[in-house]
């Protein structure tokens, strides 16, 4: 049986547009009830000390590699790497992805930003909920993952769990690093991981939207890599 291998110039591949908007809507929805659920607080939840726990006795105390993933999250780091995926893509005829590389990170910015207004939860007196480090270093990884499912032509199965892992992996480590520095209650991590895919994966199927409305209209068709 020969398997069916991903487009290779979609933001999103076809076959993983459905269960994306689905996942962004998933996330969207749980990234605004833990928002509301810990709306205006100004101390750990029982769940953040479960968490905290937890990660403290499965996670060694290193604090200056924990540093360094902290600045990987950094504004000016997200934007240096989104440019550098963005030019990337470029370079492979990854044009959607070129785009998504600097507007799906963008977004996150500005959502995790906007949402903490919103939300008003705080750690020592600063706007916590959700974490912009974990939501942009989740957004570049994202768009990696993507652009590498593309390269690589992956087949459906593998090219969802490279996605997945490389999503969870690099989302994961910078939720723990935040933790451990005492920068984020956990939760607000999972805010920030929550709003990152939510908004790649939407801007993503909305590139792709609009990429195929325009190449319909010129009379174009996008091949499936067979």
Avoid: N
Avoid at 3 to 28: N, Y
Avoid at 126 to 143: D, F, K, M, Q, R
Wanted: proline content about 4%; glycine content about 12%; some cysteine.
């Amino acid at each position: 049986m020969i398997a069916a291998h991903l487009s290779d110039r979609a933001a999103v591949p076809d076959a993983l547009r459905r269960p994306a908007a689905w996942v962004a809507a998933i996330a969207a929805t749980a990234v605004t009830a833990v928002g509301l659920r810990f709306e205006g607080l100004t101390a750990p939840t029982r769940t953040d000390q479960h968490l905290d726990r937890l990660i403290a006795i499965s996670v060694p105390d290193v604090y200056r590699g924990f540093r360094l993933v902290e600045v990987l999250g950094d504004p000016r780091t997200v934007i240096v790497m989104s440019v550098l995926l963005a030019l990337v893509a470029v370079a492979t005829g990854r044009r959607r992805l070129a785009v998504l590389a600097l507007v799906g990170p963008g977004v996150t910015g500005i959502a995790t930003t906007g949402l903490k207004s919103v939300f008003d939860r705080t750690l020592s007196g600063e706007l916590a909920y959700p974490s912009g480090h974990t939501g942009g270093i989740t957004a570049v990884a994202l768009v990696a993952a993507l652009l590498l499912v593309s390269l690589l032509r992956a087949d459906v199965v593998t090219g969802t769990l490279m996605v997945v892992i490389i999503a969870v992996g690099a989302g994961g480590l910078m939720a723990v690093a935040l933790s451990v520095l005492g920068i984020h209650y956990p939760t607000d991590t999972i805010g920030g991981f929550g709003t990152a895919v939510a908004a790649v994966l939407g801007c993503g199927l909305l590139i792709d939207r609009l990429g195929d409305m325009v190449a319909r209209r010129r009379g174009e068709t996008r091949p499936l890599i067979s």
